[in-house]
RNA sequence: GUGGUUGUAGCUCAGCUGGUUAGAGCGCUGGAUUGUGGUUCCAGAGGUCGCCGGUUCGAACCCGGUCUUCCACCCCA
């Protein structure tokens, strides 16, 4: 007997009912993304590394999955880098392409090459999967789902705004309520790190004051300890892990700590302007939250911070992340264009929602009703009906086979078809229909335009 | 990449300290019911106990390796 097939590690299938519900999610982010101005791109599922590599940090690069050279690869590979133990070097001889590793850097990549055919500002969306080479756990899989809107060519923070009310609108459509958009500014990050003298440990420092919730504010200083940041910069950092109160006085401290940094007050001042914009827009499902602890890694990041946390009470990763960057298409020669955007997490909100029970019924789609099949001149007759149903948008179909009527009555019965119509000789002679309600029992005998009209209700 | 965890019928899971022929529920197939599904009753099929190796008179059970699942760390959507 063959082996078992099976499928890679972190990757899954997905049955008819979970792409209706996924496809529930993409359309109503689509939709949205649409009604904000955003335009569809795709771009390839793999890329050249050298698009890809030293996009992400050191952790980013591991995470990468290389696509090996097709033909005789080996002809080509690095044998001193083999027999040095080097394999970044032996990849790099024997893998020239990567699968795509999110789809924000591809986009960068998109902007530059084709920068005389794009209108500047140029929002685009982006609903495509993204490969990480990563070890699954819970909510995080090999291959997932982002959802990406960005805005390239303006420097304006009414696009800041802009995204924290296309966040609101899609979590809104989806009736998710509880969410919260945390909004933090590498600048006031960076103005934090100069005052208290760690300017030079700016990434080591933001990773540790991310884990803040998660390790608490002993477990930070701990760790800022380790990454060789001085115990008396630690001291200074101190009012942060404190931090309470209302978006307003949060604010007040921050101004307070950050008085004597331009970057940071910069950043204060760009934060000002998006809560106070937020405040005379008010959102009308999603909670945004000032969160100076915010951090997330990508290296690229200059400006805003977003990142969006599941309802209270779902324990869940971030299901959605973005932020500015103004440099993104520097890294491929174009410089001066400012970008900033956003990604929802399909597979997170998807996890999300069905721990949530917020998927509508009405999302499985199903035949609404099956003709049953008596032998080849009774299912011509009822294919004319179907015929007929379906040119008035009417979900119809015929049971192939002549089989056994206990067969295909459980047929439907078990794919939740609401109708079946039996058409048999008795039938034909009087040129009707027998409509069977599956849910009641209840039968009748209807004409074709009766028919018509009773199942397009 | 580090640490832990899981794997027995299509699915969810029992299986004692290593001991005859590995079980249940659900599902599946057939029948009760030749134009009526979902309920009920009867019968039946279905397993290389993840895979490879080892210990033993004897392994689903113990040991090693490997793959897989899930979880935590790192990092992230």
């Not at 850097?105 to 990480?132: L, S």
């Not at 001085?230 to 009012?239: D, H, M, N, Y």
């Not at 440099?327 to 999300?352: A, H």
């Amino acid at each position: 007997m063959a082996k078992r097939p099976g499928i890679p590690k972190g990757t899954r299938d997905f049955s008819p009912e979970e792409v209706s519900k996924r496809n529930y999610i993409i359309n109503i982010i689509r939709s949205r993304f649409e009604l904000f101005g955003f335009m569809p791109i795709e771009t390839p599922s793999f890329e050249n590394s050298e698009t890809l590599l030293g996009k992400y940090g050191d952790e980013g690069d591991r995470l990468i999955f290389r696509i090996l050279n097709s033909g005789d690869f080996l002809r080509k590979a690095d044998e001193a880098a083999y027999s040095s133990g080097d394999s970044t070097g032996l990849a790099a001889s024997i893998s020239e392409k990567a699968l795509r590793y999110d789809l924000t850097v591809p986009f960068a990549r998109y902007v530059v090459m084709h920068q005389n055919e794009i209108d500047f500002p140029f929002k685009r969306y982006q609903i495509q999967p993204v490969w990480r080479a990563d070890r699954p756990q819970k909510g995080r899989f090999r291959e997932f789902y982002q959802c990406d809107a960005d805005v390239v060519g303006s420097d304006s923070l009414w696009q800041e705004v802009e995204f924290i009310r296309l966040y609101d609108a899609v979590f809104s459509d989806l009736n998710l309520e509880g969410v919260s958009i945390q909004i933090n500014n590498r600048k006031v990050l960076a103005g934090i790190a100069e005052v208290i003298g760690a300017k030079d440990r700016l990434i080591d420092f933001t990773v540790a004051l991310d884990k803040l919730d998660k390790i608490g504010a002993e477990g930070v200083k701990k760790e800022m300890a380790e990454k060789g940041i001085s115990q008396e910069a630690i001291e200074k950092v101190q009012p942060l892990f404190t931090l309470t109160g209302d978006n307003e006085s949060r604010m007040q401290v921050l101004r307070d700590l950050l008085r004597d940094s331009a970057t940071g007050t910069q950043g204060l001042d760009e934060l000002d302007f998006v809560l106070k914009a937020i405040d005379s827009l008010p959102l009308s499902n999603a909670a945004l939250k000032l969160n100076v602890t915010l951090a997330r890694g990508l290296n690229y990041y200059t400006g805003a911070i977003f990142e969006v946390s599941a309802p209270e009470g779902v324990s869940m990763g971030s299901i959605g992340g973005g932020g500015r960057y103004d440099d993104l298409t520097g890294i491929f020669g174009l410089k001066g264009v400012s970008g900033v955007g956003i990604s929802f997490g399909l597979d997170r909100i998807y996890l999300v929602l069905e721990e949530l029970d917020l998927f509508p019924a009405s999302v499985a789609q199903t035949t609404k009703v099956l003709f049953l099949n008596f032998g080849d001149k009774e299912a011509l007759y009822g294919m004319k009906a179907v015929a007929a149903l379906r040119a008035e948008g009417v979900k119809a179909e015929l049971y192939p086979d002549d089989a056994k009527m206990k067969k295909q009555m459980s047929y439907a019965d078990k794919r939740n078809i609401p109708f079946v119509v039996l058409a048999g000789t008795k039938e034909m002679e009087d040129g009707v229909y027998t409509l069977k309600n599956m849910k009641t029992g209840e039968q009748q005998q209807l004409n074709l335009s009766e028919l018509s009209s009773r199942l397009n209700l």
